[in-house]
Every structure is written in structure tokens, then in C-alpha cells.
């Protein structure tokens, strides 16, 4: 692999950051449910990933926009992990959460409230295919799944969201 | 987008662009839900600040745990969960299957997805240059059942109705593109509006063909709310190569007109009876330079939008560095000061100034 100077690596870094960082940080935000938790994980995101830029800018990623939604998940699944985020209480109504603007309308945000109680799992799918666009196929791979248990989740995702929202 | 979500809508429902899009698909509303709540949010000048900081100073990132690897369960244990519980279960499974291949043969198919909308479709790239609508090859039979109203009249109601709900300061109709769909087993048009810019902005109106009038439109909010910048795009290239990679160094104008196209605009140009960029910056560089002098050297601002904070004033932030950036962000943090675009009064401050004690609450006559 062709070595790369610190400028040429940091450029890439706020190419990303430029081109990414607000998707990241709102994956994040949906994912954690904590604005202050999905900055320190969005920073991480980029931190980890300038630390594997040099695959990068030799072209070995294949879908730069999927690496870095990778990271981005991956670092929410530690941060979910460690002791910290699990002694904050996550169960907070989204009114709560510090959104400037929270949907107009009450149907919008019953469905918004119905994504952030999805377990995990089925949340960060539900992230990836609907919010970032990804296809299936690319939400496996970024998970870490097969297609089958991507397209099995998304199912009962939707059917939870749909129950959710009958309900409320 | 639409294309690739139809593949996992439930119930059959399709979306795409010659399909009919109503705002009540699945898809659809979870975007707009999530895009109404977090377009605020931000990846900001102090994230970037930070990661180029820890990046420089070679702090990792915050260490993972490793997973803890669950007990393998013992061959025995596997062994008499097999028998005792999976393979039953399946022999079940399958035997509801055929059962179900039995019911399903004997009578008629049920049909779970619905056809695919009759359509009719029409694309314009700006209003008023309507293009006679064409109809797809598999909707011949559409020649029995035209609307009542005229793709025309469709595209003139839905303009009417974008420029009743949608903020027209940020785009006006002309920057979108009109793509009309007409549903001829429901008698609706759907008309939908997409940014010129490639940013995600969209409006979609649906009216009936046969009276014009709106039964629904999407989210006004989405119709200025930028869902995505493309900056390997030429379009977006040509900018930050003409006026260099950090948004903050270019002119005002040229800020509020990129911002205005691809962020929202959530920086804008400063209106009548606010202050100037330069008198913003004045505001700044006087009162540090007279008690901290020859600290910074140089001193770059944005006009923050109500937009931007979601709040209903706009407050410009003056960056102040030793010295003059450009396309590389120094590693030291900036001292950025926060001031009301209209009284010019500082509301905040973060960062300090180096080398220095001075009490910026002091220099800025802050309580």
C-alpha cells in the first residue's frame, strides 16, 4: 500500500467529515437517543476512521458512505455497551430528547417515538434502509448479517412499528 | 430512494418514480419524521474541531469492549435440543406449509399486492414548461379514463399550494423539477417537486382529478430541508474549489448562497438593520485587541440563520485564529464568539485565549 503524507490523510478526514458528518451524527443521535452520547460517538466515528484512511485513499473501500455508517454503528454498540450509557436512562419520552424541531405533525411523531423504542437490532436496520438508503444488501454487510436475517429484522420492524402506532 | 424501499414495503405497496407516491408510505413518513426532528443536528465546527485535534495529538478513540464469547453449549445439550424441540418443530412447519400449498391450490389466489396504479406521467423541469404527458407502455388502457383536470391545471394547484405551505424565501418553485403522476384507479394526480440542487429537498401534493383539490401534501418543512450534500458532485466541487475548502473563509454572500442550496439555509446574508459581517467582526476584534493585542490575527464569521438554532434569532459567530487559515484547519482551537446579529450584544464565547489570563467575560463586559 502507497504510504500517504499527514496532509493528504487529514484532507481526507474533512472531506469525509464534510461529506458525511451530518448523517453520522444524526444516526447517531436516533441511535443513542443522547445528543451529548451521538457527539463524543460521531467524534470517535471519524477518530476510528482516520486511523484506517490509508484504505481509503488507496481505493480499497468499495462504499465509502457504508464504511463509514459501519464505524458510526459499530462505535454506538460500544458506547450502548459501556457503563456509562447503560446507568443514563434511555427510557425518556422524545420530548425530551434535545431536538430543536420536533415533528409538525402527531402522527410523525408517534412514528418517530415507535423507531427510537425499537430494540437495537431492529432499530439500527430500520436507520440504515430507511433514514441513510441503504438497499438490504448493504445494510447485511454494514451489520455484519446475511440478506436473510436483514430482510427477517426489517419484517419485524415493521410490523412493531406498525403495532406502535395502532396503539398509540 | 423510493426505488430501493419498495423492495420491503409491506402489504405490496410500490413507490418510484412512475408509481404513485402518496405521503402515507412507510418510507416516506419514517424520513420525514427523523428529518423534521434531527435537521438541526449538526456535525459543527467545534466536532470537527476536536476530531482534527485528537487526530493531531494521536488520542485514539474511546477503547471497544471486547464481545464477551457466550458458553458454548456441550455436544450432549445440543444433541437433545435438537430432538427434543427444533426437529419436531420443523416436521410442524413444514406440514403447515403444505397444508397451506393445499388451501391456496383449492381455491383462488388471493392476490396479496395490489396491481401497479394505471398511470400517467409527465416531467417538467421548471413550471409553466410542461412537457404533454406520455403514457407508459403498460398503461394503454389509460386512453378510457382521463382525468377532468389538466396535467397543467395539476402542476398550476400544486404550485399554488407549495407557495402557500412551503417557505418561498429559501426556493422558489422554479428550483425544483415537476414530475406528475396521474392514478387513474384512484383519480388522483401526484404532483412532486425535487430540488434542482440534488439536495433531497421535495414536495409532493396530492389532488383529485377530478375536482383539483388538495387532498394532501407532504411535510412543507422537507421542501427547504436539505437531506443530503453530495460534495464529490462537480457542482459542489466547483465551489470549494473556487473559494477554497473551509466554508467559513468565503465571503458572505457566496456562505449564504451555498448554504442556501445545499444546508438549509442555516447561514444567510445579514438583512436590513443587523449588523454587517464586518461590523460583527469589529465588535469582536476591538475589545481583544485592546486588552489581549496581537493574539489573533485573523477573524472570519458566519451569519447563523433562525434556522440554525431553531430559535427566532439569527446570532453571527466570529472565529478568531492567530493566524490566517486556509484550506487546513490550525490545530489550535479557535476562539469563537457568539453575538445577536441585530444588537451586536456577545451571548457566548468558547475556547480561551492563549497565553493569556485575561478574563474574556471581562474583556467582552459579560456577567
Known amino acids: 500500500m502507497p504510504s500517504y503524507t499527514q496532509e493528504e490523510r487529514e484532507q481526507a478526514l474533512i472531506r469525509l467529515m464534510q461529506t458525511y458528518g451530518d448523517s453520522v451524527k444524526r444516526l447517531c443521535c436516533m441511535y443513542l437517543r443522547e445528543l451529548g452520547a451521538a457527539e463524543d460517538a460521531a467524534q470517535d466515528t471519524f477518530i476510528k476512521a482516520f486511523s484506517h484512511i490509508d484504505a481509503l485513499l488507496a481505493g480499497d473501500v468499495r462504499n465509502e458512505k457504508a464504511w463509514i455508517m459501519r464505524i458510526a454503528i459499530n462505535t454506538c454498540k460500544d458506547l450502548l455497551r459501556s457503563s456509562w450509557l447503560r446507568r443514563f436512562d434511555r427510557r425518556r419520552s422524545i420530548d425530551e430528547l434535545p431536538l430543536s424541531a420536533l415533528p409538525d405533525h402527531e402522527d410523525n411523531l408517534a412514528l418517530m417515538q415507535a423507531v427510537c423504542a425499537l430494540p437495537p437490532n431492529l432499530k439500527e436496520l430500520v436507520l440504515l434502509h430507511y433514514y441513510q438508503d441503504f438497499n438490504l444488501r448493504t445494510c447485511a454487510h454494514i451489520l455484519g448479517i446475511s440478506s436473510a436475517t436483514a430482510s427477517r429484522r426489517l419484517q419485524q420492524a415493521q410490523q412493531k412499528l406498525r403495532h406502535e402506532l395502532e396503539r398509540s | ?367
Open chain 2, 1 to 367: 430512494m423510493n426505488r430501493r424501499l419498495s423492495s420491503s414495503l409491506p402489504h405490496g405497496q410500490k413507490t418510484g418514480k412512475n408509481s404513485f407516491l402518496t405521503p402515507n408510505d412507510d418510507s416516506l413518513r419514517i424520513r420525514q419524521s427523523i428529518e423534521e426532528s434531527l435537521y438541526t443536528v449538526r456535525f459543527n465546527a467545534h466536532d470537527m474541531h476536536a476530531v482534527m485535534r485528537a487526530v493531531k495529538t494521536g488520542r485514539k478513540a474511546a477503547p471497544s469492549r471486547k464481545k464477551r464469547r457466550m458458553i458454548r453449549a456441550d455436544l450432549v445439550f445440543t444433541l437433545s435440543f435438537m430432538i427434543m424441540i427444533a426437529l419436531p418443530l420443523t416436521l410442524y412447519v413444514i406440514r403447515s406449509k403444505e397444508n397451506l400449498t393445499t388451501i391456496v391450490l383449492n381455491n383462488n389466489p388471493v392476490t396479496v399486492s395490489p396491481q401497479p396504479a394505471s398511470q400517467l406521467s409527465s416531467n417538467t423541469t421548471h413550471a409553466g414548461q410542461g412537457v404533454e404527458p406520455t403514457a407508459q407502455p403498460e398503461h394503454e388502457q389509460l386512453t378510457s379514463a382521463s382525468p377532468d383536470l389538466a396535467h397543467s391545471e395539476a402542476v398550476r394547484i400544486a404550485r399554488e399550494c407549495f407557495e402557500t405551505q412551503c417557505d418561498t424565501t429559501i426556493f422558489t418553485f422554479e428550483e425544483y423539477t415537476v414530475t406528475t403522476t396521474y392514478n387513474d384507479q384512484r383519480d388522483q394526480y401526484a404532483v412532486s417537486l425535487e430540488s434542482i440542487y440534488d439536495n433531497g429537498c421535495s414536495f409532493t401534493v396530492i389532488l383529485s382529478g377530478e375536482t383539483g383539490s388538495v387532498i394532501q401534501y407532504s411535510s412543507p418543512k422537507l421542501a427547504t430541508v436539505p437531506t443530503r450534500i453530495n460534495n464529490d458532485s462537480p457542482e459542489i466541487g466547483a465551489w470549494f474549489d473556487q473559494h477554497g475548502k473551509l466554508l467559513i473563509t468565503w465571503p458572505q454572500d457566496v456562505q449564504a448562497e451555498f448554504s442556501r442550496r445545499y444546508q438549509g439555509a442555516t447561514i444567510r446574508a445579514a438583512k436590513g438593520g443587523e449588523l454587517t459581517a464586518e461590523a460583527a467582526i469589529a465588535t469582536v476584534r476591538v475589545p481583544i485587541e485592546s486588552n489581549a493585542p496581537g493574539v489573533f490575527s485573523a477573524y472570519y464569521c458566519a451569519l447563523y440563520s433562525e434556522r440554525a438554532s431553531g430559535s427566532a434569532r439569527a446570532a453571527y459567530q466570529v472565529y478568531c485564529y492567530a493566524q490566517e487559515i486556509t484550506d487546513i484547519l490550525p490545530d489550535e482551537e479557535p476562539l469563537v464568539v457568539t453575538l445577536d446579529a441585530q444588537t451586536g450584544a456577545i451571548l457566548s464565547y468558547s475556547g480561551n485565549l492563549p497565553e493569556s489570563d485575561l478574563d474574556l467575560a471581562a474583556v467582552f463586559h459579560m456577567r
